[in-house]
């Protein structure tokens, strides 16, 4: 009920996960492709040391449907929801958006983001 523990929590748990990112990207510096999963990519400014952004995308619908079948109340989703860019602008700002309709979707979806990227890459080798 307390509307700054979020807060309190984020600044207490920012800076070690900023410093686990800075160990995974050190590890991987050789890797022709890494992955970042970051909840809140544009909203914490991440998105500036990516070469690409994938945005998964669901409808606002399948969203809740989703949300809430985990014990998750419309209260708290809305909270969340206001917490994050709209679903649109998050499409709009991505270099590619994985539609999570469906695992299939999804699956094919991924399969042609990293054919796309790994063409990038050779261009650029």
């Known amino acids: ?8 929590l984020n600044i207490a748990v920012h800076p070690l996960v900023a410093e686990d990112r800075a160990r ?7 890797a022709p492709i890494v992955l970042l999963d ?12 990516c070469h690409a952004v994938v945005v998964v995308s669901a ?11 985990r014990g998750v109340t419309e209260a708290e989703f809305q909270v969340i929801l206001s917490r994050q ?13 994985v539609p999570t309709t469906g695992l ?9 983001v990293l054919a796309d990227i790994r063409r990038w890459i050779a261009q650029d080798a």
């Open 85 to 97: 860019l709209p679903d649109a602008e998050k499409r709009a700002r991505a270099d590619y958006v």
């Open 38 to 49: 970051v909840p809140l990519l544009f909203e914490s400014g991440i998105d500036a040391v």
């Open 104 to 112: 299939d979707v999804a699956r094919s979806a991924v399969k042609d």
């Open 24 to 30: 995974f990207l050190a590890r991987t510096a050789d």
């Open 59 to 69: 409808s606002l619908e399948l969203q809740r449907k989703r949300v809430l079948m």
């Open 1 to 8: 009920d307390d509307p700054t523990v979020l807060d309190r």
